[in-house]
T-cell receptor, first 109, second 115 residues
């Protein structure tokens, strides 16, 4: 079967750095997405990785290793507004998105 | 710019009643359209997707149905709701690229509670 694994919940301190991991087992791979979802709201796009390596976008970076079936989202200089769930999703060989359950990130002052 | 709207935002319905959630996209033509359901603690579940008017693919057999009467309109319906239909429903659109769908753009979401 197809599976996306992420930690259920993480806690970090304002101003610090946090890394949210995502491992996947899918039938084929055509890209990996990270989305941010604030409570009660719709997900919004953060990043897309299709090749190995690090993609940096401001305070957020996303890393991919296809051989390991692994990605992480790195958030720097954490702000209270970063408190949200972070969803990992993989596009499989049929270009269908397989979604993880999300990681709830709690930021403490 | 492109926008997506879905409504109603919140709905409380009795078991056995009908359902209609509507979604419209503006500022783009021939988008791929999706209905997802999100249950607490679980990943987004794809319910239906559409690549064109009248073309609907169902991913999960259930008592829900979808229709696309116009290019930028997508409707989720049910004739008789079940308790298990409660959840957060999300409409989304994307543009088909060289390597399949690009990023998804989501509507505001509709929270359905079936009592």
């Amino acid at each position: 079967g197809q599976n996306i694994d992420q930690p259920t919940e993480m806690t970090a301190t304002e101003g610090a750095i946090v890394q949210i991991n995502c491992t996947y087992q899918t039938s084929g791979f055509n890209g990996l997405f990270w989305y941010q979802q604030h409570a009660g709201e719709a997900p919004t796009f953060l990043s897309y990785n299709v090749l190995d390596g690090l993609e940096e976008k401001g305070r957020f970076s996303s890393f991919l290793s296809r051989s390991k079936g692994y990605s992480y989202l790195l958030l720097k200089e954490l702000q209270m507004k970063d408190s949200a769930s972070y969803l990992c999703a993989v596009k499989d060989s049929n270009y269908q998105l397989i979604w993880g359950a999300g990681t709830k990130l709690i930021i403490k002052p | 710019s492109q926008t997506i709207h879905q409504w109603p935002a919140t709905l409380v319905q009795p078991v056995g009643s009908p359902l209609s959630l509507e979604c419209t996209v503006e500022g783009t033509s021939n988008p791929n359209l999706y209905w997802y359901r999100q249950a607490a603690g679980r990943g987004l579940q794809l319910l239906f997707y559409s690549v064109g008017i009248g073309q609907i693919s169902s991913e999960v057999p259930q008592n829900l149905s979808a229709s696309r009467p116009q290019d930028r309109q997508f409707i989720l319906s049910s004739k008789k709701l079940l308790l298990s239909d409660s959840g957060f429903y999300l409409c989304a659109w994307s543009v088909l690229g060289q390597d399949g769908d690009g990023e998804l753009f989501f509507g505001e979401g509709s929270r359905l509670t079936v009592l």
